[in-house]
């Protein structure tokens, strides 16, 4: 993975540091290149003084305590639920209590959904018992349940060929595992393409590369004009049997029961902090994580990890006594599971500033043994980003790869602005 926290607040003060002015579309202020990385090298010391503070001195395991403890306290972090607000209120007096400064919550209007209880269960051609996950926002079924046949296919270009067969039945999806933003397609969109040919409900393959017999929920979403139906994943493993069984022949029949339910947004909040700049304040260096999860787990790694190795970035930097030329500002986002929602209103508050911003960083791809970090922006950008990560040779991170993006920061990707994952 591309994510450890003394990379992350190595390149975090580094280029918080260089050059006057904000790294935004193709300019990198009126210095040249060989200037500004000859300043950079400068800072070899400064490097060494955070990676040992993060990885040998009394920082060493700090980011995991603090989301050990706050993971076991609270636990999941659903979008709406009172356990979010909890942890986010939590991390508000942490933030304070750590000395960052403009510790602030910025309210938003966040999605609500319970899954309530759930079970789906084969009737024909055996009696198995499925383990079953609503995905997020989808509705439930009535109290009796839907029971019908199943249809099994392997991708939507099959299932449009099929049409016909659909109307009345469950559709299953049992689509290979390529690469995640290819298979992830038939969880947001499956139920919709379902119910476009008449289906009653869609169950979708777990989007995962293997399984231990484990489902994984994520969101979907509805589209106008179609009707809503009740969609769920079911485990790889079932996937592929009921594939099998259907291609012997076999009559499938299941019984889908989905307590589900939507309620009207909920309040919330981003939580901000900040280590101001010393001679350009009013630019921004964004770091960011999400404190929402998913409700069948307690979000330790997605992205409890990611949400607190972004505050460690900060608490590095205070501890050691520097003061970085730009404004670091931490933002830990809520109901990023539900599409970024907490991110985007941000983005519509503060994108009118959009000009100061120098640079906006995710951590959402867990936090494990690091090789880089991936990178979006221009050429010119890039080459000050690869002079960075030159700092961090002493433990060997030091690749930076393409197409960094991120839920939360991808509204600013698109606006231009350079990113970090």
């Not at 000395?99 to 966040?110: A, D, Q, R, S, T």
């Not at 839907?146 to 296919?153: C, I, R, W």
């Not at 990560?389 to 698109?414: K, Y």
């Amino acid at each position: 993975m591309k994510f450890h926290v003394s990379v992350f607040v190595g390149v975090v003060h580094f280029l918080s540091l260089t050059s006057g002015k904000a790294v935004y579309g193709n300019g990198i202020s009126q210095r040249t290149f060989q200037e500004i990385k000859e300043e950079i090298a400068c800072y070899g010391d400064v490097a060494k003084a955070i990676i040992n503070l993060a990885v040998y001195g009394k920082a060493q395991n700090r980011s995991y305590e603090r989301l050990a403890l706050l993971v076991d306290t609270v636990g999941p972090r659903l979008s709406g639920s009172k356990s979010l607000e909890k942890a986010i209120q939590i991390m508000h007096q942490n933030l304070q209590e750590d000395g960052l400064e403009n510790v602030h919550l910025e309210p938003v209007k966040i999605p609500h959904w319970e899954r309530g209880e759930e079970s789906a269960v084969m009737l024909e051609p055996r009696i198995h018992k499925m383990a079953v996950l609503g995905l997020g926002s989808s509705i439930g079924t009535p109290p009796e349940g839907v029971t019908a046949e199943v249809l099994v296919v392997t991708s939507f270009d099959e299932l449009q060929r099929r049409a016909p067969e659909a109307r009345g039945k469950i559709v299953v999806y049992n689509q290979p595992y390529t690469n995640y933003s290819r298979a992830v397609q038939y969880r947001v969109q499956g139920a919709v393409e379902a119910a476009k040919v008449g289906a009653l409900a869609s169950l979708i393959r777990s989007v995962a590369s293997f399984s231990i017999y484990s489902p994984h929920t994520g969101i979907q979403e509805y589209q106008d004009g179609v009707p809503k139906i009740p969609t769920a994943c079911i485990t790889v493993e079932d996937a592929e049997m009921m594939s099998r069984m259907a291609s012997r022949g076999s009559r499938i029949v299941i019984q889908l029961k989905m307590g589900a339910k939507n309620y009207p947004d909920a309040d919330s909040f981003n939580t901000v902090a900040e280590i101001v700049g010393s001679k350009y304040p009013e630019q921004v260096v964004l770091v960011s994580g999400h404190l929402d999860s998913w409700d069948v787990g307690q979000g330790a790694m997605d992205d409890g990890g990611g949400a607190f190795i972004s505050w460690e970035a900060l608490s590095l930097i205070k501890d050691l006594g520097l003061r970085p030329k730009r404004t670091l500002r931490l933002v830990l986002w809520t109901a990023e599971e539900q599409g970024g929602i907490g991110a985007l209103q941000y983005y519509q508050l503060h994108k009118a500033n959009i000009s100061n911003y120098s640079l906006v960083m995710e951590s959402d791809l867990g936090t494990f043994l690091p090789s880089g970090l991936q990178f979006t922006g221009s050429d010119k950008a890039r080459a000050i980003v690869e002079e960075v990560m030159c700092l961090l040779e002493p433990i060997n991170v030091t690749q930076v790869f393409r197409a960094g993006e991120g839920t939360d920061i991808n509204f600013w990707i698109q606006a231009g602005v350079p990113a970090h994952l």
